[in-house]
C-alpha cells in the first residue's frame, strides 16, 4: 500500500514562513513527478507548484518568488518552502504523486491527507 504523509502546517502570521512535507511510504518501484496542491474553502483545488522527477519545477503565478519546491528523490519527499505568506494562502495543502508500484504497472497519482496552512495576524 502507498502512502503520502504530510507535515509542518500550521498558523503563521502575515510575512512568515514554512516549510510542508510529503513522503511516499509503502511498497512501490518508482516515483515520478510530485507536487502540491491547495484548496481554500469555496474553492477548487488548485495546483501550487510541482517537481519533475529530475527537478524541472513549475509554479502558480500566485505563489511564484515566494514559494520553493524541492525534492529528495533518496528519501521520496518533497518540500514546499513557503515565504512571505499572505492570508490568502490560507488553504488545506495537499501533496501529489505519479507512482508505479510495480514494473509492470502504470503510473497512478496518489494524494496525501492534506496539512491545514492559516496566515492570520
Known amino acids: 500500500q502507498v502512502q503520502l504523509v504530510e507535515s509542518g502546517g500550521g498558523l503563521v502570521q502575515p510575512g512568515g514562513s514554512l516549510r510542508l512535507s510529503c513522503a511516499a511510504s509503502?511498497?512501490?518501484?518508482?516515483?515520478?513527478?510530485m507536487g502540491w496542491y491547495r484548496q481554500a474553502p469555496g474553492k477548487q483545488r488548485e495546483l501550487v507548484a510541482a517537481s519533475s522527477r529530475l527537478g524541472s519545477a513549475n509554479y502558480a503565478d500566485s505563489v511564484k518568488g515566494r514559494f520553493t519546491i524541492s525534492r529528495d528523490n533518496t528519501k521520496n519527499t518533497v518540500y514546499l518552502q513557503m515565504n512571505s505568506l499572505k492570508p490568502e494562502d490560507t488553504a488545506v495543502y495537499y501533496c501529489?504523486?505519479?507512482?508505479?508500484?510495480?514494473?509492470?504497472?502504470?503510473?497512478?497519482?496518489?494524494w496525501g491527507q492534506g496539512t491545514q496552512v492559516t496566515v492570520s495576524s
Open positions: 509503502g511498497t512501490f518501484f518508482s516515483v515520478n513527478a
Open positions: 501529489n504523486a505519479d507512482i508505479r508500484r510495480t514494473a509492470s504497472m502504470t503510473w497512478r497519482g496518489y
